[in-house]
């Protein structure tokens, strides 16, 4: 009888525990004011922008789910929103404001804090995944998101364009590996699936330049995969532009089962690709790499690799070395996201604890680094602070970032 009655006593704890903590999940996320609802919100002192996506899996979950955006100052204290879902969330942030979308409304808030909602004009099921953004050099923000087979048997992709509270919305054909801005222009990478569109060829992938007001896919060049069994990747966050080249830190060959990082090259007047072998990736499932135009010193190219490790590589000879390792221990399950900023400072968030781990003793852990192109050896750090509200807010296990969810005030650069 004892037995039982310690028994019983102890699933009790252990229930009143588990039922404490979802209590407290509930109560910290009805507290966060849903952003879609506001005229105004705060970004005096903020320094830095991250949005967290709720995976979706079902229309019950666009209903019901929300994404997380903090906002976080220089000392580690932070403010929560929600917005609606979106998978994949991107956020943006120029000298005019702050740009994210969720699978409602497109956003952009300006320095004083206004906010302006666009309502989407697509059905709210397509395109709910947010798969890049790039901001051109006119400051607006230029997003893509991949809709999938329409009935036709077609293939679609829908493109936004923000600037500050104008926003346009395409429906465009075709499947791309990814896009990015050269000026004002938008281009794709056409994807290696053999459709009958004349844009995407079995085997290979082509440059795409957007047209006219309609931004009519035409396709400039059609190149065969340099390994068929790799579709180029997870590229970096924003490409580097050089001459009239475009270089692209990615992934695009495998060699006894071992991924390559590659530099892609892509020439933007007549889309010939060129391809040298930087290093061989880790075995990590989703691999990230990090350059920026700020990141390019005469024939100097500085990127992060999957590691979190700063490279270096020369466009001329493209001998790469390592510059430095910045304790960040990266596995599939942990997280980090690097900012090149114009005064040649860096910025990366690090997050050091499995996602949704609301029992972890110390709650979520994460922090911001500051280094700089200058002194890349030297490198400050500071954590984002209350994480066991973090972790009681991030209690769903399908809220992560993105690589494309990480922004800092350009402001700091000034």
Request: some cysteine.
């Amino acid at each position: 009888m004892k037995t039982f009655i310690k028994f019983t006593f102890i699933v009790g704890i252990v229930l009143s525990i588990s039922l404490s903590s979802t209590a407290c999940s509930f109560l910290e996320n009805r507290n966060i004011p849903d952003i879609f609802e506001l005229e105004k919100m705060d970004l005096s002192g903020k320094d830095y922008a991250m949005i967290f996506s709720a995976d979706m899996w079902n229309e019950e979950q666009i209903k019901t789910d929300r994404n997380v955006l903090l906002l976080i100052d220089s000392q580690g204290n932070w403010d929560a929103y929600h917005t609606y879902n979106l998978d994949r969330a991107n956020i943006n942030w120029t000298k005019d404001g702050l740009y994210f979308s969720d699978h409602v409304y497109e956003y952009f808030v300006d320095n004083a804090g206004s906010i302006s909602k666009t309502n989407k004009t697509s059905d709210l099921k397509e395109g709910t995944g947010q798969y890049g953004s790039s901001v051109d050099d006119n400051e607006a923000v230029w997003s893509w998101f991949d809709i999938g087979f329409d009935e036709m048997g077609g293939y679609q992709t829908r493109i936004t364009y923000q600037d500050k509270e104008k926003s346009t919305e395409k429906i465009v054909e075709g499947e791309y590996t990814y896009m990015f801005t050269v000026g004002h222009q938008l281009y794709g990478v056409s994807g290696p699936f053999g459709l009958t569109n004349g844009i995407n060829k079995q085997d290979k992938i082509g440059l795409v330049k957007f047209t006219e007001e309609e931004l009519t896919p035409e396709l400039i060049s059609s190149t065969p995969l340099p390994d068929i069994t790799v579709s180029p990747v997870h590229i970096a966050h924003q490409v580097v532009l050089k001459d009239n080249i475009v270089h692209v830190i990615g992934e695009a060959e495998s060699i006894k089962e071992k991924f390559l990082t590659n530099l892609m090259m892509w020439n933007v007047d007549n889309g010939q690709l060129a391809l040298e072998r930087l290093a061989t990736s880790t075995d990590l499932k989703f691999s990230s790499f990090y350059t920026h135009q700020n990141a390019l010193k005469n024939d100097e190219l500085f990127w992060f690799n999957d590691r979190a490790e700063l490279k270096r590589t020369n466009l001329k000879t493209f001998k790469t070395d390592l510059i430095q390792s910045y304790n960040v221990d990266v596995t599939e399950e942990l997280y980090y996201s690097a900012r090149f900023l114009k005064n040649n400072d860096i910025h990366m968030v690090v997050n050091d604890t499995t996602w949704g781990n609301s029992f972890d003793k110390d709650g979520t852990k994460m922090r911001i680094l500051k280094t700089s192109l200058n002194h890349p050896q030297d490198y400050t750090e500071f954590p984002i602070k209350d994480g066991k509200r973090l972790s009681r807010l991030f209690s769903k296990g399908s809220l992560t970032p993105t690589d494309n969810s990480f922004a800092v005030n350009p402001k700091l650069a000034e």
